[in-house]
């Protein structure tokens, strides 16, 4: 009958429709899923990467949705490996190169007593003890620095007395100054306050910096340190009439 025609029509209609929505919602759902696991995709094969140490691996963002912000974050995480990274190897660079020289000296020493070119006499052996303690301190101040590096360095934090640690500081490299004909001159601000430090530490920073100025400083050149109160800060300055930093390697 004709009501039946149109009730199975109707039912065709409603099928076809059905079986339409269908194929659309999973066109629908094949693209959505590609537009997210897509990025995905490329974070998990980035981390990979980055587990076997290439730490230049960055991703691309599209979209500023939560799957962009992950991407950032990977992104900035990246870089701050890479940067670890590259501090890392000057790190190791820079004590293999201050560890060389004293062992170089050590080496020649022990060849020379051996060959007899040197006889192990008090000034040598003098020689020896003084190349081995600098050899120590170089390790300690690996381990310091690897202690830094993990924040586990602590400071011991108490009022000093600037002044004093300045002087101090000089009493111990005046000798090295006097053999290099160098001059030191301490012009120091009358009455600072005492200051909330770790006296050890900036103390070590301190002679570091007089150290540095030594090495960098020609005969009859001078070393002068300031101390004042700058801006309610105190402020040091160690400066050299040496050669200075060149002007590439300010930055």
């Known amino acids: 009958s004709t009501v039946a025609t149109l009730i199975r029509s109707i039912n065709l209609f409603l099928l076809l429709g059905a079986l339409l929505a269908v194929v659309i919602a999973l066109i ?29 691996q960055r991703v691309t963002i599209r979209s500023k949705d939560e799957v962009g912000e992950l991407a950032q974050t990977f992104n900035l995480m990246a870089s701050n490996l890479e940067h670890t990274e590259k501090l890392r190897r000057n790190m190791v660079a820079d004590v293999a190169h201050e560890l060389r020289t004293p062992l170089s000296n050590v080496s020649g020493y022990l060849e020379a007593i051996r060959d007899d070119v040197i006889k192990p006499d008090k000034p040598t052996i003098a020689s020896l003890t003084e190349e081995v303690t600098l050899l120590t301190r170089l390790v300690e101040d690996l381990q ?12 011991v934090r108490q009022p000093e007395d600037i002044a004093q640690l300045i002087a101090q500081s000089i009493t111990v490299i005046q000798p090295k100054l006097d053999s290099k004909g160098l001059v030191i001159a301490s012009e120091v601000q009358e009455n600072l306050p005492l200051v909330n430090i770790d006296y050890f530490r900036i103390g ?25 109160i700058d801006h309610d800060q105190l402020k040091i300055s160690v400066i050299d009439t040496g050669e200075g930093i060149p002007p590439e390697d300010l930055p």
């Open 144 to 155: 310091e620095l690897t202690l830094a590096d993990a924040g586990e360095l602590k400071l």
């Open 28 to 56: 629908i759902t094949f693209f959505i899923s590609r537009h997210i696991t897509s990025p995905i995709r490329a974070l998990t094969n980035s981390a990979r990467i980055l587990g076997k140490g290439d730490f230049s």
């Open 204 to 228: 070590q920073v301190l002679r570091n910096l007089l150290v540095n100025a030594y090495k960098h400083t020609s005969s009859g050149g001078k070393i002068t340190i300031n101390a004042g």
